[in-house]
């Protein structure tokens, strides 16, 4: 979404935004397959945008999901679906 709305010359790029520190930095996150370097790249885009004036975050919702105890292999998924392929529980 971020390459389509916000990087220079983008076709749904409205705002006519363009910043060359962000579409390097953009270019980086989505080359970068490891998610713990994403995560870095990804938080210093976040920061250049706000600092920018072109967004304006006002806050990451912290969600939080627990299971009994002998539920195992439910991982939070990003966008907060389901994903039941690889839950197992304990006998």
């Known amino acids: 979404v ?4 916000y990087k220079s010359g983008a076709a749904w790029n409205e705002s006519a935004y363009s910043n060359k520190e962000f579409d390097e930095l953009l ?9 713990a370097q994403r995560k870095e790249i990804m938080a210093k885009i ?18 939080y999901r627990t299971y009994r105890k002998g539920v195992h292999g439910c991982e939070q998924h990003q966008a907060l679906e389901q ?8 006998s």
Do not use: C, M
């Not at 971020?2 to 709305?5: D, P, Q, R, V, W």
């Not at 270019?27 to 998610?35: F, G, I, S, V, Y």
């Not at 994903?83 to 304990?90: A, G, N, R």
């Open 83 to 90: 994903h039941f392929e690889t839950v197992w529980l304990e």
């Open 46 to 63: 976040e920061q250049n945008l706000r600092d920018s004036g072109i967004i304006i975050q006002p806050y990451w919702r912290s969600v």
């Open 27 to 35: 270019d980086k996150a989505l080359a970068t397959p490891d998610a």
């Open 2 to 5: 971020l390459a389509l709305a």
